[in-house]
T-cell receptor, first 118, second 113 residues
Framework: ETGVTQSPTHLIKTRGQQVTLRCSSQ?????VSWYQQALGQGPQFIFQ???????GRGNFPPRFSGLQFPNYSSELNVNALELDDSALYLC?????????????????FGPGTRLTVT | SQQGEEDPQALSIQEGENATMNCSYK?????LQWYRQNSGRGLVHLIL?????REKHSGRLRVTLDTSKKSSSLLITASRAADTASYFC?????????????FGKGTLLTVNP
């Protein structure tokens, strides 16, 4: 088990609604990345937050947005939910710039939030 | 888009046998990592190999990397039922600054007792 926690565990929303997912990073980590994993697929990078700023974004529309707080925890917000947004949302923390060598690239994942859009 | 492709998509073996999974990727990389995922839960980091390394071991895991072929393999020796999971390779691109990982679609490994 990593020290990364996510809430809620499961969520059911209706198309057009908005959702906020939360993530607490592992102690000592300063970077949080969010991934979307559709059923039967590998995780897809949404964006990454470092020092409270977005530090890279994948191929996701602007209705996917996020925040990182001074304690390095993070939120993922999705507006105007679509049926295709149904997926497992994973956050991962890492120690960018803190860990020596390639260790900063190792990401520690939370258990995920299962979002179902109906 | 997916960077890597794992092969095979699914693998079923008996306890005690070895399991080999392969991964191919498209762009130049800094590092390649392997992760395990149990039943749609969070991913667990297994091992990282740098682009200038060719082989790495960790317990029952052996990873090889061939950058000329843009491919990697993960060998799990003496498999156990508890190794049943999906296995993903993930790469971070050379020159990338945001530590973004690009995952393949994964190999579903089933170890039968």
């Amino acid at each position: 088990e990593t020290g990364v926690t996510q809430s809620p565990t499961h969520l059911i929303k209706t198309r057009g609604q908005q959702v906020t997912l939360r993530c607490s990073s592992q102690s000592g980590h300063n970077t949080v990345s969010w991934y979307q994993q559709a059923l039967g697929q590998g995780p897809q990078f949404i964006f990454q937050y470092y020092r409270e700023e977005e530090n890279g974004r994948g191929n996701f529309p602007p209705r996917f947005s996020g925040l990182q707080f001074p304690n390095y925890s993070s939120e993922l917000n999705v507006n105007a939910l679509e049926l295709d947004d149904s997926a497992l949302y994973l956050c991962a923390s890492s120690a960018k710039g803190l860990a020596g060598g390639p260790k900063g690239y190792e990401q520690y994942f939370g258990p995920g939030t299962r979002l179902t859009v109906t | 888009s997916q960077q890597g492709e794992e092969d095979p998509q699914a693998l079923s073996i008996q306890e005690g046998e070895n399991a080999t999974m392969n991964c191919s990727y498209k762009t130049s990389i800094n590092n390649l990592q392997w992760y395990r995922q149990n039943s749609g839960r969070g991913l667990v980091h297994l091992i990282l190999i740098r682009s200038n390394e060719r082989e790495k071991h960790s317990g029952r895991l052996r990873v090889t990397l061939d950058t000329s072929k843009k491919s990697s393999s993960l060998l799990i020796t003496a498999s156990r039922a508890a190794d049943t999971a999906s296995y993903f390779c993930a790469t971070d691109a050379r020159g990338g600054s945001n530590y973004k990982l690009t995952f393949g679609k994964g190999t579903l490994l089933t170890v039968n007792p």
